[in-house]
Each structure stands twice: as C-alpha cells, then as structure tokens.
C-alpha cells in the first residue's frame, strides 16, 4: 500500500489512446515487470466442461486508488479468466490485478479496442508502422491486389503483454471496417499472427479472444451467437464472446454450427446473471443451456448501484458481492428482479429462486504451492490501516482507506457464505443437528499483516447433555492443490477475538482431502512442527504443520483444505457457546529440500536517487538489492581426496527455487539531523508505504509531500528503512546495513521478514 507511490511513468505507461502511443512505448529501453507474479495453471483435472470469463468493465477502468476504499474482484475460485477492460485503445491490466489472478491459476487479459473513431487505428493495425521519411514506397509487384498485411503490432502487442506479465487481449473491433471483405478477411489473418506472437513470447495459454461486433462485410453487426457471418474470426482466435442480447434458441445454433468450444455472454447486467443461470431448464449446474461457456461482464455493478445509496459502506457492499457470488446466509432473501420484455417470439423467461454465480462451476482451488507458494493475509486488496507483525502503523482517517489489488490475497475460499462445519473424525449423525454454527467476516479493524484478517465465530445454545461438555470441530478455511507423495509445511497465525469465559480452548492447523465442498477425509499425515515460544505482538499465536498423503493415490494432484480443529471443554455445557477467531495469516509452501545450503537472505545494498525540484528536494526513489549469505562451510574438511565422490557441500538442484523472493517490502522513514553523528534505530522509523504497486520489486518512489513530517534540505535529511515481508519458512531478524545516499540522507535497510 503506496503511502508515497506514484503510478507509472511514461515509459511503462498504464494504458495507450492510440497505436502511435504503443510505438512510442516500443521505442523507448524497458525491462520486464519484476514483481508481477507469473501465471502457473490449476490442474486441467480441476475445470468443468464450462468455464467462467468475467470482464470487470469497472467505470472504464484504472481507477484504483491508493487514498480511497475500492471496487476489487475476490471470488477467484469460479472464474478462469478475467479481463480488465476499459475504453483506451489498449488496455493494459496494472500489476496488481495480474498478480491476483495469478495467485489463483486465473489468466488475465487486456482489451485491445476500436470504437467511436477508431477507424484510422484500426486500418494502421493492419499495414503496420508507416516511415516517417519521404522517399516514397517501396516498389510493388504487378500481381498486388489486396491489402498489405504486417505483423508490426502483432509483435508489439505480443511484447508488451510479456513485458507486463499478462496473458493475451480481448479483441473488441466496434466500428465498422470500410475497407470490406478485404479489410474483414486481413483482420481475421492478423488474429492468427497475434496469437502465434502471443504464444511465442507468453506461452501455450495464451489468448486472443474475439468479441462478437464486425461481420465479414466489415458492418458492425452484432450476432449473439456465432454464425456464417463471424465464423472467421471464431476460427482465427483462441475464443469466442458473443454480444450479450441472445435469445435462448441461438446457444443451440451456436453449438450446431461446429459443436466447438465458444464464451457465451449471459447477462446484461450483475443481478440478470443469476437470474438467467438458474433457470430451471439448464442442462447441469457448470453451465448455460447447451454446455457453453459463460462470460460475465460488468460484475462492478454491484459497487455502482449502491454506492450511492444511504449508508453504503465497503462491507455492505461486500456483503451484496457475497450473495452474489457465494450465496446468502440464514435469514438473508435475494429477490431476482423481472426479466426485460420478451421479443417477439421469444418464449417467455421462468426461473426459479436466486442461485449464485459459483454455484454453476466448478471450484477451483489455486496453483500447487510447489509452484505459487500460498499466502494469505485475507486482504481484499483495500483496508482503512496497515499492519505489519501485529503492529498498526499506518491509519487513515475517519473511515478513509486505500485500495492496492497488489496486496489482494484470498478471502478464504471455503468459509463463504458461510464456514461448514464438521464434527472432527467425521461420521457421529446422532449429533449432526447439533453442530455448532460458524460465520465468517472479513474484518478491516485488525491484521497480522497488511490491512485486515478473516473473523470466524461459532456458536451453538447450551446442552444439558455430557457429551456437550466437549465439542472438537472441523472448520475448512481455504483449498489448496497438493501433490501426492510430496511433503509441505502450512502455518497459520490467529489470535481469539471474543472469548467465552466458559470454554477452555486448543486450536490446531490442519489439512485434509477434499472430496466436495462438504465432505473431507484425512487422507494427510499430519505433524506439528514447533514454533519459537515467544509471544508474538499483539495477542496473536503461530501454528505450523508439515503434512503429506499418508498412501500413494493414483492421481497427479488432489485437491486439499487448509483449516482448524477447534476443541472446545465447556466448564457448564448448559451454557450457550459464542467466540470468535481473528485468523491473520495462512500459508503453504514445500518443504525445504535437505539439499539446500543453509542460507539466509540479506538486503545487500541500498541506494536513492533524489529527482526532486528546488520546491521537493527529498522527492526520488529508492532502490536495494537482496542477496544470499551461506552458514560457513566445514564439510570440506571431511574430504579424504580428490577421488572422494561426496560433495564438499550440499548442492541446491537448478530446479529448485531456493533464492530468496519476497511479496512486497514495508519501507519506513525518520527524520534525520544533517550535523548529528549517530542514525536513530530503525525501530523508531515511521512506515511510510511499501513496494509492488506500481510492478517494481525493489524500488520505491518517495514523494516529500507525503512525508509524516516536515523537512528543510538545507539543514535536515530523513532516513529510509525497508522491511523485507513475504511467503517464507520460520521468522528471523537478520543485520541491519547503512549505505549513504547523498547530502545529508541515509538509507538503512533491515533484515525483518515473516512467513
């Protein structure tokens, strides 16, 4: 969360107005996004035969702000890709958005778009970049009859979506192609040159898809549906997303033009898709009518249909996104508003009681951590404070906030609308009507890190019964792909929230089978590994586990959920039962090999770079460097000769990513005296902000003006402070380094990470 960030400069421009903008970008030196996550696939065992594309289409985009409370999209486990969309010619998804996806296994595309006047643009993607000299063109041959066709941005498109880590384009060409037939058919033969640049410089996932909008005449004509007269470009691009007008006959003529595999819109609005997917005559529950895919567009409608509203706040709206998507809880009625008039012909519109959106596919957890290590602060990608380690640092005011999807993590995927609860070792009917009842909240008022953390509670009435006096609950947080036969390590961090005096309590981290989103075997072993006894800030306590199957299984991954065993010893079971949990953090990562060099991670340098005015001396950015350090090495002294075949020291395998990666960094800062001889402690520093929101990993932009306190260049200086924060096994406090950075300024740079 950027307290003084800044968005991106020219040369790694948000989005472009024009093709000539694109040129620009490409003329200039860039690297690759460093701290945008790669995508790493689910399991192909995981996806239904119909798949969700959601297109936010959020006020045209980019509005995410780092001051203010805002729209963000967390229901991942539903959707298999996103893509952010807005009215600029292209549109490039900001880092942050990339990497939450990615977090999921979900790909995220950008819009490459012409509307309006986009008629000249969309002739010049064709030919290509023109040369600005004058010498003329080049000769042609005598046989030229059809419209030059160059791969210039095709290339270029291909490029900046490697260059900012996102996974292909939504093709939307909403003017009309003057040129005809043969304007139509280059278009369709550029598409493919796309996607082989796409999936040359992206990878096999790549997209392209094409909104259903120009026919082959070159009129914008929309179809809904796929027909003769949009067929080619279907057949050019990777899929298909139809206008979103369709009537209900046209998904089977879709299908019976080629019974291949297309997007299908099937909303016009966020509270029409529920609606028209839980009709009562849909052939199952993973897809609209036919067996076709869905596309889901605008699903920001909840957030600018109410936000107007008396006493709209981010957790109503985050309760009307919750029923959207999750479902309601107990008590809550979701009336499903009229369909629009029918059009002639059209049979008439019955559905049944409202349905969410995730429970027409199939859930799909995230990436192995083998792959993506799973984190999670339970962070929705916005927050009214920061917190690191159980600190508050940072608050805004009154009920301000920030937004920073870079931050966004999973709002735990199994616990909406509600946690499902099970009787620990399964089995025992005779109490199933009495299992104690848990909600789930996200909470912006406490965190163990970032800005808030997920509320649990249970409550159940009193018993008048023996076995009421101990209750030992299943409560599964969050799902997980995990390889058999390979060896993990999970921790948790969670502090009681509301305790009942009554109850005695022990909380244990744990993982089992997922069969359903109901019904779990314990198919892991699963081993507490001890944690340092040390209280940590802030009332709250750290769990760990290593756990692998317990019997081989026959398939490559399976699915798994992470969660809590909660046994509770009621002193007076007669007593109605009511806590509360705060879990701040959840993670799963492999296992350490053994043949890893013991090794610990150190900020190596620090540098700043004042680019201030007369006015903003202190402004600039601050970069540094991680490096590794090695345990001194005795094993070399073991060695009886140079035929001895043992190792001098244990080698880490290429394969094996043991390097040092980090999240984010929280970076601090304090005032400092030009004249005084000694720095003050970095523990006295003021949090500042941290990395990631604009794609940089190890960079920081500081603003003056945003300083929490005043200089003068003349006579004082500030001191800056990084804390290393990411996915990383145990909790140590390395060195701290001091590097100078100029007249009168510091940076210190310190050695504190968390898992």
């Known amino acids: 969360m950027p307290l003084t960030g800044s968005s991106f400069n020219g040369v790694d421009a948000p989005f472009f107005k024009s093709l000539e903008e694109l040129d620009q970008w490409a003329s200039t030196p860039k690297k690759a996004l460093d701290t945008v996550l790669k995508y790493h696939p689910r399991p192909s065992s995981s996806y239904p035969s119909g798949k969700l594309l959601v297109c936010h289409d959020y006020k045209g985009g980019y509005t995410e702000s780092p001051f203010s409370l805002g729209y963000t999209f967390n229901f991942w486990s539903a959707a298999d890709i996103f893509i952010y969309f807005s009215h600029h010619r292209v549109a490039v998804p900001p880092p942050g958005w990339i990497t939450a996806a990615h977090r999921q296994g979900v790909k995220m595309l950008g819009t490459l778009i012409f509307e309006g006047n986009g008629e000249d643009d969309c002739l010049r993607l064709l030919v290509g970049r023109l040369p600005k000299s004058k010498t003329g063109p080049a000769r042609q041959p005598t046989d030229f009859r059809s419209l030059p066709l160059s791969p210039h941005y095709a290339r270029l498109l291909a490029e900046l979506a490697h260059q900012r880590g996102f996974d292909g384009y939504l093709l939307n060409f909403e003017c009309p192609l003057r040129g005809g037939i043969e304007q139509t058919r280059a278009v369709a033969a550029w598409i493919t040159l796309l996607v082989d640049e796409l999936k040359s410089r992206i990878g096999p996932h790549a997209e392209a898809v094409w909104y259903d909008s120009v026919v082959v005449t070159g009129q914008l004509a929309w179809q809904d549906r796929l027909n003769s007269f949009n067929l080619p470009f279907f057949l050019s691009s990777t899929s298909f997303f139809t206008n979103y007008t369709w009537a209900p006959s046209y998904t089977t003529k879709t299908v019976e033009l080629g019974n291949i595999y297309t997007w299908v819109s099937t909303s016009l609005g966020a509270a029409r898709m529920a609606a028209a997917a839980s009709a009562p005559t849909r052939r199952s529950t993973t897809s609209p009518p036919a067996g076709l895919s869905t596309a889901f567009f605008a699903p920001g409608w909840t957030w600018e249909n109410t936000q ?95 937004t920073d999807v870079d931050k966004q993590t999973s709002v735990g995927d199994l616990v909406w609308p509600v946690p499902a609860l099970a009787w620990e070792g399964g089995g025992d009917d005779a109490r199933t009507d009495r299992l104690p009842v848990a909600t789930s909240e996200v909470t912006l008022n406490d965190a163990w890190n970032g800005g808030s953390s997920l509320r649990l509670g249970i409550s159940a009435p009193g018993e008048d019964s023996e076995d009421a006096a101990f209750r030992c609950v299943w409560l599964p947080v969050q799902s997980v792909t995990i390889t058999p036969g390979k060896s993990y390590e999970a921790t948790a961090v969670y502090k009681v929230d509301q305790e009942d005096v009554n109850v005695d309590l022990d909380i244990a981290l744990s993982v089992k089978l997922m069969a359903s989103r109901s019904a779990y075997s314990d198919a892991f072993d699963v081993v507490p590994q001890s944690v340092s006894n040390t209280p940590l800030p802030g009332g709250w306590t750290k769990l760990c586990v290593q756990f692998e199957t317990a019997t081989p299984l026959p398939e490559a991954t399976v699915k798994a959920a992470l969660g809590l065993v909660v046994s509770i010893v009621a002193e007076d079971p007669s007593k109605a039962l009511k806590l509360s949990l705060l879990l701040g953090q959840l993670n799963a990562y492999p296992t350490p090999s053994s043949t890893v060099p013991n090794h610990t991670p150190v900020l190596l340098w620090a540098d700043f770079n004042t680019a201030g005015s007369p006015n903003a001396p202190f402004d600039g950015t601050l970069t540094w460097e991680v490096a590794a350090t090695f345990a001194p090495a005795s094993s070399i002294l073991t060695l009886t000769g140079a035929e001895d075949p043992a190792s001098a020291w244990p080698v880490a395998p290429s394969a094996e990513r043991w390097f040092p990666r980090f999240m984010y960094f929280n970076v601090y800062a304090q005032p400092h005296s030009a004249g005084a001889a000694v720095v003050q402690k970095p523990e006295d520093a003021v949090w500042i902000g941290t990395s990631g929101y604009d794609g940089r990993a190890d960079a920081f932009t500081v603003r003056q003006t945003n300083l929490p306190f005043g200089l003068e260049w003349s006579e004082d200086g500030f001191v800056l402070c990084a804390r290393r924060h990411g996915p990383r096994r145990g909790l140590a406090v390395g060195p701290v380094c001091f590097c100078q950075c100029g007249p009168s300024l510091n940076c210190i740079l310190f050695d504190s990470f968390v898992d």
Do not use: I, M, Y
């Open 308 to 402: 107007d509203a008396p006493g709209f706040t981010w957790e109503s709206w985050f309760a009307d996104e919750r029923r959207l998507w999750a479902g309601p809880r107990a008590g809550e009625h979701v009336t499903v508003p009229h369909a629009p008039p029918n059009r002639p012909g059209e049979p008439p519109c019955t559905h049944g009681p409202f349905a969410p959106v995730a429970s027409f596919f199939a859930h799909a957890p995230p990436p192995d951590p083998r792959a993506v290590p799973l984190h999670t602060t339970f962070c929705p990608g916005v927050g009214r404070a920061w917190w690191v380690d159980g600190v508050r640092v940072f608050q805004r005011p009154g009920r301000d906030g920030w």
